[in-house]
Structures are given as C-alpha cells and as structure tokens.
C-alpha cells in the first residue's frame, strides 16, 4: 500500500498579501474554489491509484493544526494522523517523523512524500508516474520525481539523468534514470544548456520509498537526525486529532533537507520524470502562468473593470480594482493591505514581508481575518484603547473560559444564540442582545445552536493585544 506523507509546513511569503506566516498558501484556494492542500489531496483519488492510497499523514506546525483539522473536514476527508513539529527543521527530520509513524503502525509501507501547496493539473499523468514509481520503491530505491523542464528555470534546482532503467508489472511498463547529480539553482546562460541537453529535470520535491529504506539510509548518512527523531517520536503525545512530539528533543535535531541529508548520498536514488503541468506556485508570475487568463493576457479575481490592460494578475478580494493602461503586474487588493508590483520583480515580494517582520507589524503573520478552531473573527476598525470584531462561532462551537487584565468587552448579537457565561451568571442571548463584561471578569462564549453565532464585539482598554487572554478551560487544549 501506498502512505502519502504531505508535508504542510510552508509559509509562501512570496505570495503575501494572500498568504501570511498563519494562513500560508496552501490553505488558500489559488487555482479551484479548493485549498492547495485539499487539492493535494484530491489528486491522490482516480483510476489509476483506485484504493491504493491509505489515508495521508500530514504534518504541519502547532500554528496550523487546526486549519489542517478543518479543511480536512470540509474537504470529507480523513487522516491516519496528523503530526505536529514543534519547529521547522527542514524536509528529513519530517519526513523522518512520517517514516516512524508508517513503522509504528507495524507495516513497512511505501510513502509518497508530497508537498501541500503544488499545482498539478494532469492528474492522470500523475498518477501514472506514481504508480510507476511504487514498482522501484518495491525494489528498494529511493524516488525523486524529476519535473519535465518547460523552459530555462533559474528559481529550481536540477537533476542529472543517469542510466535508463526499466520495470514493469501488469499494469504498467515502467522507466527511471539513476540519479546522476543533484544540481543547485543555476544562473540563466546554464539553465538554458540544461534545457538544450534533455539530460536535465527540475526537482520538484516530490519522493517515494518504502519506510523503513528511507531509515536505514538514513542511518548512514546522517544518523544523528534518526537519533533525536526516534527518541523525540517516542516521546511523543497525543491531543485530540493530532500527534505533539517533542518539542525538547526535537530541538537538538540538525535542519536539513533530504536531498543534502540522504539522495545526494546514497548510491539507490533513481529519478522518474514527471510531465504534468506542475508548478510550486512560488510567487505570483507563476501564479499568473497556471491561471486562466482573458484574451489580453489577464487573469482577474474578485470585482475588477480593466482598460487597455494586458498581462496582469488582478486579484480583488473586497473591493472594486480598476486598471487603465498599464501592463505586466501584480494588483493584488485584501481587506488590510494591497500589494502592486511588476510582474518580473514578485520574487522581491519577500523584501517586503521582512520588512514587516522586522517592524513586528501583524500584517506579515495574518489577515484582517482570523480563523480559530472555534470560527473567526475580523477586526474591523481598531483605534488606540478601542476595538471592533465581528465574531463568527461555528455550531457546537466554544471559545475557552477566560479574563483578560486590560479590557472590557460588549458583546452584541447579529443573528443565531449565544449561550454567555459572564461572571457566576450563564444565559442565552439571541438577535439584538447583548451584555457587557467587565475588565477582570471570567466569561465564555458558546453556540449551543445549529446555525452559525454571529456577534459584533466591541473592546475598550489600555492593551488590546491578543495575548491578553488568561485562560482557565479549553476544549481545543490550547494554554
């Protein structure tokens, strides 16, 4: 049986304003009204791969569990387990934690390591190649999928071909090449030699091989990471839906990525080429390649009126965008931020998320919209002790039992039911009603409905950062 392992750990700084460091891109829908990540998982279902695909394992960071926990739900989709990083250490420490976690089962399946935020567009193309990868994981080697080159990349890195080999079962007739050499990003005039060569494929990222292969080559090249992995999985617990390791042990292990901790090394690594219209989507010129454009050259989303406009990717979240006349750029409009920028330049886009970071501004980490396990809320003005949200708690839904030290607030309900506790006192409030907490007192907020709460809350106060919540009881077993 096939396991795939996706790893959801990316923060797509290069697509900010849409993505941010807690909602990254692939929780976005960028291409189909579904997220990056359910369409990850939605490929890995059609004829060719029919039921051999378990459910996925996927691991994220703490930040993201519970947007992991309910695009899956919204997606009818299921989980053998979700892993929780307590910190990024690149791709072979998590692939590492997936490989342990297919062993502790007690089956040695194969694992197709995949990332959560890829375009690909053929699927039958991709399925094929899988299945054709599985009869050399069988064998023991190590996968890479190597991507068709379309033209002179210089934002990949690359693999050199090798010597053709050939497998076959009874449903497909298989090829692979060795893996030659693993190449770094390459300047233009190189790319473009690559390119002319047909010896080269792009590195996509992508692998297959059976579990307990990947530990044992693991074991020679870079042993230290499976120590700390093996003892921080043995120390791992469990909340709710998800697998917490570590986060002491995990520490000490070294960040680094497969391709330097294990496939640059090893002597069983075989590359299959894959030709299916795939792109990592890592900024918004590929963005724009991948999308449907009019018959200027434009891709536009949302509430937007262009003249004498061509090439350009238009997004418009909430408000009318209007263009005249301009060529080749990026308009992007969001609720707190608007990004605009030539279209040969978005690989830049990151300078300004430093920026951000640097200056400790929230917009780099999220949107004017946050999601919580609970539902969401949007802060819609904010000045310096007042501040307005709409509250949104899905059904059956509770926030935690808290206080806050700096802040009163006024809860005012649009439409559904509110079940308050406000102090010793607990009631229901329903459309038009509405109650004031006091700085300092305890108090929740349910919906005890079947529709969705919504209530505006006003806060007033010295402080109102989100930090200022001390929490007494929480279901989603947050601190």
């Not at 995949?114 to 375009?119: G, M, P, R, S, T």
């Not at 980490?365 to 708690?393: A, C, N």
Request: glycine share 6%.
């Amino acid at each position: 049986m096939i396991l795939p392992v996706i790893m959801s750990g990316g923060s797509g700084s290069r697509l900010w304003p849409l993505s941010r460091a807690l909602h990254p891109k692939q929780f976005l829908p960028l291409i189909t009204k579904n997220t990056l990540l359910q369409e990850t998982i939605n490929r890995l279902d059609g004829d060719f791969l029919g039921d051999k695909c378990l459910d996925p394992i996927i691991i994220c960071n703490n930040e993201h569990r519970f947007l992991v926990a309910e695009q899956l739900r919204q997606n009818n989709s299921k989980a053998s387990r979700i892993i929780l990083e307590p910190m990024g250490k690149n791709t072979a420490p998590a692939i590492t934690l997936a490989a342990l976690a297919a062993l502790d089962d007690g089956d040695d399946p194969i694992l197709l390591v995949l990332a959560a935020d890829h375009v690909i567009k053929n699927i039958e193309a991709f399925q094929q190649a899988i299945v054709s990868a599985s009869i050399f994981a069988e064998q023991g080697k190590l996968v890479t999928f190597g991507i068709v080159p379309t033209h002179a990349e210089t934002g990949y890195g690359y693999i050199k071909q090798g010597s053709l080999l050939t497998a076959n079962n009874e449903q497909v007739n298989a090829t692979s090449y060795t893996v030659a050499s693993f190449v770094e990003k390459p300047d233009l005039a190189i790319a473009e030699e690559y390119l002319a060569s047909g010896d080269y494929l792009w590195n996509s990222g992508m692998f297959m091989f059976k579990a307990s292969r990947y530990l044992e080559e693991l074991a020679i090249f870079s042993p230290e990471i499976l120590a700390v992995c093996k003892e921080a999985y043995s120390n791992k617990t469990h909340d709710l839906d998800f697998t917490r390791i570590s986060a002491d042990i995990f520490k000490q292990c070294p960040e680094d990525s497969i391709d330097y901790a294990v496939m640059e090394h090893t002597e069983h690594a075989v590359v299959v080429p894959l030709d299916a219209e795939w792109s990592d989507v890592g900024s918004f010129s590929s963005l724009w390649e991948v999308s449907e454009k009019d018959e200027q050259g434009n891709v536009s989303q949302g509430d937007v009126i262009s003249q004498s406009t061509t090439n350009c990717y238009i997004n418009a979240e909430n408000r009318l965008v209007t263009t005249v006349g301009v060529d080749n750029l990026v308009i992007v409009e969001t609720k707190d931020a608007i990004l605009v920028a030539h279209k040969d330049k978005v690989q830049d886009v990151k300078s300004i998320v430093n920026i951000l970071k640097a200056e400790n501004r929230y917009e780099y980490k999220h949107q004017r919209e946050v999601y919580r396990p609970w539902g969401k809320y949007d802060s819609l003005d904010i000045g310096e002790r007042d501040q307005v949200k709409r509250i949104t708690v899905k059904p059956g839904a509770k926030l935690s039992v808290q206080m806050h030290h700096h802040r009163s607030e006024h809860w005012i309900v649009v439409s559904g039911t509110a079940k308050v506790t406000n102090g010793d006192k607990t009631f229901l409030l329903t459309e038009n009603e509405s109650t004031y907490i006091p700085l300092g007192q305890i108090h929740a907020l349910e919906n005890p409905g079947v529709l969705p709460l919504e209530l505006i809350e006003v806060q007033t106060g010295s402080y109102l950062g989100e930090d200022d919540i001390v929490r007494f009881d929480d279901k989603y077993g947050r601190v």
